[in-house]
């Protein structure tokens, strides 16, 4: 059993946990935050998006293995600064990725789902694709490669990496001081999810803010 249908044991129930707890939150402050027919559509999209990563459904393109093993000049030690490498080559990759996922029409008709959502809530941040076939992404991790980065690092990293941006699919947390400096926040992504011109196109980013800033595509949410 790969490390991915291991985890959805952990990522699963708390999901459920924490969407319930969003639910109960918001209906104590009076936000409405969920329509249960759009929580069904996001909910069932997500167990076949999940049930299709499981089975590995796919062609891979490129694969981050063959990278490894045909152009790495170098191993890098210790441990530490390996996953430390590979955790910011993930997140570059993801940025990008996602970046493409919007300004390129042929992968946006499959990330529109994502955002199909008329709600902003957790349950949507499993409103996901199953129409993404074609794997690439590996060419924009040729830097890790080229260190030796081990693959097994990126087979578990690669599911925590994407478990960790559940939690920023809420309306009810608010700015988050120095965070909004460093990570991407629910603020940031209240932005990326907005419709208002000023907004469109912004903050791709997915763990680290400094991609969005690094190439211009960082908004803050205004106050207004």
């Known amino acids: ?3 991915y249908v291991q985890s959805l044991f952990i990522a699963v129930p708390s999901f459920i946990i924490l969407i319930i707890i969003e639910m109960i939150v918001s209906r104590i402050k ?3 935050v969920n329509e249960p027919e759009d929580m069904i559509s996001s909910l069932s999209s997500g167990i076949t998006n999940t049930t299709k990563d499981a089975f590995k459904v796919g062609i891979v393109l490129i694969s981050y293995a063959w990278l490894v093993d045909n152009i790495t000049i170098y191993k890098i030690e210790p441990l530490w600064l390996a996953v430390l490498i590979a955790f910011i080559v993930q997140d570059f990759t993801g940025y990008w990725m996602h970046r493409l996922n919007h300004r390129v029409n042929m992968f946006w008709n499959r990330h529109i789902i994502h955002h199909s959502s008329e709600e902003f809530n957790l349950s949507c941040a499993l409103r996901q694709s199953i129409s993404e076939t074609f794997k690439f992404s590996a060419i924009l991790m040729i830097p890790a490669a080229l260190l030796g980065i081990p693959v097994k690092i990126f087979m578990i990293l690669g599911p925590i990496h994407l478990f960790m941006q559940f939690w920023y699919h809420t309306r009810l947390i608010g700015k988050m001081g120095i ?6 926040t629910p603020s940031h992504h209240r932005v990326h999810h907005a419709i208002n011109s ?3 196109d912004k903050n791709y980013g997915q763990i680290l803010i400094i991609w969005d800033k690094m190439f211009h595509t960082f908004q803050p949410e205004l106050e207004d």
């Open 1 to 3: 059993m790969n490390f």
């Open 30 to 32: 009076g936000i409405k």
């Open 198 to 200: 000023e907004y469109l």
């Open 179 to 184: 965070l909004e400096y460093i990570i991407v």
